[in-house]
């Protein structure tokens, strides 16, 4: 039985309840693998996370709304420190930043990525020492360079020929910036063609091909302002094999390598960016970090005992890895509506605070929340409030039969991409952000309110 087969109305506000009930052992959004590790069943089909239950996340902080399970982003944290001993994990501050995260992240002990002075500006403040904070971007911002250079970031990834002057020029007199270049190895790896970045004909970085990479290395050489420290590559995300890892690894020492017979030095870091690919539904395929770890560690040590070098140090930049399964979206249904092709289920969000599905075609699981439906499942697809047929958060999933307005329901993996992409469309305002540990939720971001939108408006 599908919601089609349930009598007509627009919004259905009534709950019919169906004959079977839905069987939790065969419903895959029953199934939690992919939520975050504290998340327990409760009675009345909710759910808690770090010891919260979602419905009153939900009533004391309305919907839609983010939580972050703080033990989770710090386990996280944790798990790469002792993959990846001696090397600096910094986290991808693009994936979702604010006050908090940069704390968690801080305290245990990782570096930061960041890409503009507004990411730089929040860490900084924040207390996060600015010697571990890496800027990158392929079309930095004389405020960005500035404000890089002024909080004295540890490192400023060169992206692209133009920037090098600029840089340059931008440094104090007799102070020296450490640098890194950002080559462009030739592969091809990530979960959409959107966000590959490591083949040739993309925005970002130098190509070791084309020889643009080994000019520009060339160029910082020569600038006494600036110190070349190491190579970087970021091939894309949601890369799920360990493959174009290892490709990378030997790329990027053969490059060292060439370094090293032309101008005669030997650069000390090696930057292979994130990526990290994670499961967003129970049996997609994960990036496993410790064996990732394993592999890198030993193409590198055998790379540069081919080539004659010196291990570098290595550095990894992961986002969504860290911070992607600690989140959960939270959303009211608003409306459901029937027609001869599908079932719509509308909520309160959309693709103002997760652009994902319209852009990627991400396939998420969101799961109904708070009461215990008897109904058979039914097949719908649930849309966002935004004006738009492309505002789908979930195409063709199942959901309780009898889903109807006022209804909640959670979408797991959602702590990365979703509010550091979030946009203003429709003036709806961004959700709120809560952390949830041991049993307390309390609120990181506030929702955006109408005030502040009307706020924002200076002139007419
Ligand atoms: C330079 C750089 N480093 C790290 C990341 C983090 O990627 P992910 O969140 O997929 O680990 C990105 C984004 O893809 C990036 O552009
Ligand atoms: N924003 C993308 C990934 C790109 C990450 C930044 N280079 C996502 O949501 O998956």
Known sequence: MTLADLPAARDHAAAPASAAPLDAAADPADDLTVWPHSTTRLPHGDLSVGGVALTEIADRFGTPAYLLDEADVRDRCRTYLHAFPNADVLYAAKAFLCRAMAHWVAEEGLGLDVCSAGELELAVTTGFPADRIVLHGNAKSPQDLHAALRLGVGRIVIDSASEIARLASAVPH????????????????????????????????????????????????????????????????????????????????????????????????LDLGGGHGIAYRPGEDALDITTLARKVRTELAESCAAAGLPVPRLVVEPGRAIAGPAGVALYRVLSVKRTSERTFVAVDGGMSDNPRPALYGVRYLPRLIGRRSTAAPATVTVVGRHCEAGDVLAT???????????????????GAYHLSMASG????????????????????????????????????
């Open 396 to 414: 063709d999933i199942q959901l309780p039969g009898d889903t109807h307005p006022g209804d909640l329901l959670a979408v797991p993996v959602a």
């Open 425 to 460: 469309y429709n003036l709806v305002g961004r959700p709120p952000v809560v952390a949830v540990e041991g049993g307390h939720a309390r609120l990181l971001v506030r929702r955006e309110s109408l005030e502040d939108i009307r706020s924002r408006d200076v002139g007419l």
């Open 174 to 269: 007799g102070s020296r910036q450490k640098v890194l270049v950002r080559v462009v190895p030739g592969i091809a790896a990530g979960g959409h063609s959107k966000i590959r970045t490591g083949t040739e004909d993309q925005k970002f970085g130098l190509s070791i091909t084309d020889g643009s990479a080994q000019h520009a290395i060339a160029r910082i050489l020569d600038q006494p302002g600036l110190e070349l420290v190491g190579l970087h590559c970021h091939l894309g995300s949601q890369i799920t094999t360990d493959k174009p890892y290892l490709c990378a690894v030997r790329r990027l020492v053969g490059l060292m390598a060439r370094i090293k017979e032309h101008h005669g030095i030997t650069l000390p870091e």
